[in-house]
C-alpha cells in the first residue's frame, strides 16, 4: 500500500497514491480498520435506534458480527484475498446478531463468493463484488424494505459500477462509493416513515456507511486514532487486543494510554523530551530501538491527541497505539464472582442478568451461574451453553429475564444432552420470582411447574429514559422523556421520573399487591431513589417498599410489584 | 376477535387482521423467503381465499396475542438471528398497528431456500 506523500508536482494537494490492487493481509488490515472504526461509532449507530427503548441493538450487533468476522482472519497469513474474504465471510455467519448483522453477513458473503479464490482484488473486482453484495443482500427477503441498509448497499454498488470508466484506481471508487452511501443515508427518512417521524437517519445504513468509511481511512492512511497503525500492532487475536495488559495502576484523570512509535529526525534529546511529555501526562517511558523509538505515556481524554502532535515536532510517527484505560478498568472490576457451587444430581439454575446488584441478589437465591445480559447486550445462544454445559448436574433451569434472550435460551438447549428447562422470564421481577421457587434437591418437574406458575404473580415495572420521540401504544414519547413500561409495555411518558413511577404504579394492579421491591440502576442518584421511595411509602401507606442495587444499566428502576 | 373497550363504543379486531399483519411484516423481515403453510387442511382451505395468509396462525387468549410462524429461511444466514428478528419484528408490528400486547411469537424454521451455494 502507498505511503503517505505529498507530491510537489501536483498543485493541488495529493493526499495518497492510487491502489490498484489489495492482497489478502491489506484487506485483513483493511477490514480490522473498518472494525475498530464501527467501535468507536458504535454508540453513535445505536442511538438511532426507532425503539423508544434504549436497547443499543444495531451498532453492537453489527460491533458484534464484524468481530466474529475478524475473529477468523486475525491469526491468518493467508495471502490471497480471496481466501481471507471467505474466512470473513464465514466468521459473520456464525457470529451474525440481529436483523442488522444477519444483512452484514450476507454482503460479505456476496462480496466473497465473487472473489472466489483470486489472489488479489482490483477495481474490476472490487465493483462487481460490491455488485454482489447488494445482490445476495436482496436474496434474504421477499420484501425488502427501502430506506434501510439495503438501499445503502445498493446505491454504493451503483455509484461503484459508474466508477468504471473513470477510474482503476480502488481509492477512487472507495471515495465515490464512500459518498454515495452517505447521500443515500440522508435519503433513508424519506424512504421510511418511522425514521421521519423519530428524526433519524437509519441505523444499519449508518453502521454499513461506517464500515466503508473505515476502510477508506485505512486506504487513505487517515489512521491517527485507529486503523492501519493500529491494525499492524494489534496482537494476534482482538481478545487479547481488548483485554491488553495493563501497565500500572490507573491515575485519576488519565484515561488514555497512548503509545507512538516514531524516527526522531537527527539526534533525539530525550530532555526536552521528556520535559515536553510531561506536561502532558504521566507514566512516562520511552524505549530505544534500532533508530526508531517507542514512547508511552497516560494522559486525560481530551488530550489524547497531544503525545502524537507531540512526537511530531521531534521525527516521523510509525505507528500510534491508543487505548481507553477506563473502559478497561470497567470490564476488569465485572469480573466478581456471582456464582454458587453445583452438586451432582441437583438442580443447577443459570440466570441472565444486567447488572451487579441483580447478579448479587440472584446469587444469594441460590442460582448458580451469572450470564450477564439483557436489553443493551442480548447473550448468544453460546455464552448461555457455555454457562452450563461443564456442570456436574444435568438438570439445568435457565431465567432468560428478558423476553429477546428466551429464544437464545431455547436454542441452546439443541447444544446440549442435559436436561434443560427454559423458565419464559420475560423481566427481572419474574427471574426472581420465579428463583423463591427453587429448591436445588427437589423434583425437577414440579419446580418448573411452581416457577411457570409465579411468572403471572408479580407485575414488573421499568422506567428508563426515552432515546427519541415516537408514538407507540397511544402514547405520545418526546426525546428525553422518562418513560415506564408495565410488564414489557409502553403505558407512559413523562417528565420526571417520579411522575413515571406514579403512573407506572397506577396502571398496575398495586391494589391487590402488598409489596414493592424497587431497583435503582446504575446511573441512578440517591436523590432520585429518595424521592421515588419517599413517593411510595406517601401514596401507598400500607405497602412494603423494599430498595435494592440493581446495578442494570438504562433503567434508572426496575419495580417489582407483588 | 379481540375487542377493546373505547368509550364510544367496542372496536373489534379479526384474527384475520392480525395475521395479515403478521404475514407481511414476516415477509419484510430480513432472512425470511417465505412463509409455509402449517399443515395440509390449511393449505387446501387458502387455495380459496383471496388474500392467502399461510404460514401464520394466531391464537387470541384472553386479551394476549399468540402468534406462530412457520417460515422458510433463506440458505446462508444465521438462522438463530433470523428468526430472532422475525419475531421481534412481528410482535412490533402488531403491536403498533393493534395496540394489543403479544405474549408469544413461536417462529417454526420449516425450511431453507437455496440461492447461492458458496
Known amino acids: ?562 | 376477535m379481540s375487542e377493546t373497550k373505547k368509550s364510544m363504543g367496542k372496536i373489534s379486531i379479526s384474527y384475520n387482521a392480525i395475521a395479515t399483519i403478521a404475514f407481511q411484516s414476516a415477509l419484510e423481515s430480513y432472512g425470511v423467503v417465505g412463509l409455509a403453510t402449517e399443515n395440509i387442511a390449511r393449505g387446501i382451505s387458502n387455495l380459496f381465499t383471496k388474500t392467502p395468509i399461510s404460514g401464520v396462525v394466531v391464537q387470541y387468549d384472553g386479551d394476549i396475542i399468540n402468534i406462530d410462524l412457520y417460515i422458510i429461511v433463506e440458505y446462508g444466514t444465521r438462522i438463530a438471528s433470523v428468526t430472532q428478528s422475525v419475531a421481534n419484528n412481528v410482535k412490533f408490528n402488531v403491536e403498533k398497528m393493534v395496540g394489543i400486547p403479544v405474549n408469544e411469537v413461536n417462529v417454526h424454521v420449516r425450511g431453507l431456500r437455496v440461492s447461492d451455494t458458496d
Request: charged share 25%; proline share 4%.
Open chain 1, 1 to 562: 500500500m502507498a505511503d503517505v506523500q505529498s507530491n510537489p508536482q501536483s498543485v493541488e494537494q495529493v493526499k495518497y497514491e492510487p491502489l490498484y490492487s489489495i492482497d489478502g493481509q491489506s484487506l485483513k488490515h483493511a477490514f480490522f480498520a473498518a472494525l475498530i472504526w464501527l467501535r468507536n461509532h458504535q454508540q453513535v449507530v445505536n442511538s438511532l435506534n426507532v425503539f423508544p427503548v434504549p436497547d443499543g441493538d444495531t451498532g453492537t450487533n453489527m460491533f458484534l458480527t464484524m468481530q466474529s468476522a475478524y475473529s477468523e482472519i486475525s491469526e491468518s497469513s493467508e495471502t490471497s484475498a480471496g481466501k481471507i474474504a471467505h474466512m470473513i465471510s464465514q466468521g459473520a455467519l456464525m457470529g451474525a446478531r440481529g436483523n442488522s448483522g444477519v444483512i452484514l453477513s450476507q454482503l460479505l458473503r456476496g462480496f466473497a463468493r465473487l472473489l472466489d479464490d483470486k489472489p488479489v482484488l482490483d477495481a474490476d473486482l472490487l465493483v462487481e463484488a460490491l455488485g454482489e453484495s447488494r445482490n445476495t443482500a436482496y436474496k434474504g427477503v421477499v420484501r425488502p424494505v427501502e430506506g434501510t441498509i439495503l438501499t445503502v448497499a445498493k446505491d454504493m454498488a451503483k455509484a461503484a459500477e459508474e466508477t468504471r470508466a473513470e477510474s482503476n484506481d480502488i481509492i477512487y471508487i472507495l471515495d465515490k462509493t464512500l459518498k454515495a452511501g452517505e447521500e443515500s443515508l440522508k435519503n433513508t427518512p424519506n424512504l421510511l416513515p418511522i425514521l421521519k417521524q423519530a428524526g433519524v437517519v437509519d441505523s444499519g445504513g449508518k453502521g454499513l456507511v461506517v464500515i466503508v468509511e473505515g476502510i477508506y481511512r485505512y486506504a487513505t492512511h487517515q489512521t491517527v486514532e485507529i486503523g492501519e497503525v493500529a491494525a499492524e500492532r494489534a496482537p494476534v487475536s482482538l481478545e487479547s487486543l481488548q483485554m491488553s495488559q495493563m501497565h500500572e495502576e490507573i491515575e485519576p484523570g488519565q484515561d488514555f494510554e497512548i503509545v507512538v512509535d516514531f524516527k526522531p529526525v537527527g539526534e533525539l534529546n530525550l530532555q526536552s523530551f521528556y520535559g515536553d511529555l510531561e506536561k502532558i501526562g504521566t507514566s512516562i517511558q520511552v524505549g530505544e530501538g534500532d533508530d526508531l523509538y517507542r514512547m508511552h505515556i497516560h494522559v486525560p481524554t481530551e488530550k489524547k491527541y497531544d503525545p502524537i502532535e507531540l512526537v511530531e515536532k521531534y521525527g516521523a510517527v510509525q505507528k500510534v497505539y491508543i487505548e481507553n484505560l477506563m473502559e478497561q478498568m470497567k470490564g476488569k472490576s465485572g469480573e466478581e464472582d456471582f456464582s454458587n457451587p453445583v452438586e451432582e444430581g441437583q438442580i443447577a439454575v443459570v440466570a441472565i442478568s444486567p447488572g451487579d446488584g441483580i447478579s448479587r441478589i440472584f446469587k444469594s437465591l441460590g442460582v448458580s451461574r451469572i450470564v450477564s445480559g439483557g436489553q443493551t447486550m442480548n447473550p448468544s445462544t453460546n455464552d448461555i451453553f457455555q454457562a452450563y454445559k461443564d456442570m456436574p448436574t444435568d438438570k439445568v433451569i435457565i431465567l432468560p429475564n428478558n423476553k429477546n434472550i428466551i429464544m437464545a435460551a431455547e436454542a441452546s438447549k439443541k447444544l446440549s444432552d442435559k436436561q434443560v428447562e427454559i423458565i419464559p422470564t420475560k423481566n427481572i421481577p419474574q427471574g426472581l420470582s420465579a428463583c423463591l421457587r427453587l429448591n436445588p434437591q427437589g423434583d425437577m418437574k414440579e419446580i418448573v411447574a411452581e416457577m411457570n406458575e409465579s411468572l403471572d404473580e408479580v407485575e414488573a415495572g421499568e422506567i428508563t429514559t426515552a432515546t427519541r420521540s415516537i408514538e407507540l401504544n397511544g402514547v405520545n414519547v418526546k426525546e428525553g422523556e422518562v418513560i415506564a413500561l408495565l410488564n414489557g409495555n409502553l403505558v407512559s411518558s413523562s417528565k420526571s421520573i417520579v411522575k413515571a413511577c406514579a403512573e407506572l404504579l397506577k396502571k398496575s394492579g398495586i391494589k391487590d399487591r402488598e409489596h414493592v421491591t424497587i431497583f435503582y440502576g446504575s446511573d441512578t442518584t440517591q436523590a432520585q431513589i429518595d424521592e421515588v421511595t419517599g413517593y411510595i411509602a406517601k401514596t401507598y401507606p400500607d405497602h412494603e417498599v423494599e430498595v435494592h442495587e440493581g446495578g442494570q444499566p438504562h433503567y434508572q428502576f426496575i419495580l417489582s410489584i407483588e
